[in-house]
């Protein structure tokens, strides 16, 4: 049999950052810049993974699988988070990832037209 480890400050720390994330968002403003980041940072992911796949126009297969793989990872996610019907930051931030993903594909897929 193997020893069980005892928990390090360390492991404590990151067991707690996402609760501790929660009550820092429970002001409205807080929570709002953390929406505005999520989709600004995935609209630029969306609008990088476009632009990298319509210059190299040997990766446009890859990209498109890459980023179904993430959509679909998303969708599942999102629907395992689903049930519970408190309000959940990470649900939330997780919506906002995925419409400034489908916006910054879809306004590059414009821009390549």
Do not use: C
């Amino acid at each position: 049999m193997t020893a069980r480890l005892q928990k390090t400050r360390l492991q404590i720390s990151f067991g707690e950052a996402t609760s501790r994330l929660d009550r820092w968002a429970e002001n409205p403003w807080r929570r709002a810049s953390l929406m505005l980041i999520a989709l600004g940072a995935s609209f630029a992911l969306g609008n990088s993974i476009g632009a990298i796949a319509g210059a190299l126009a040997l990766m446009d297969p890859v990209a498109a699988v890459i980023t179904v793989a993430i959509w679909e990872l998303m969708v599942r996610t999102r629907r395992h988070w689903a049930r519970d019907q408190q309000k959940h930051l990470g649900r939330d931030l997780l919506d906002m990832a995925r419409i400034g993903l489908l916006y910054g594909l879809l306004l590059e897929g414009f821009k390549l037209l």
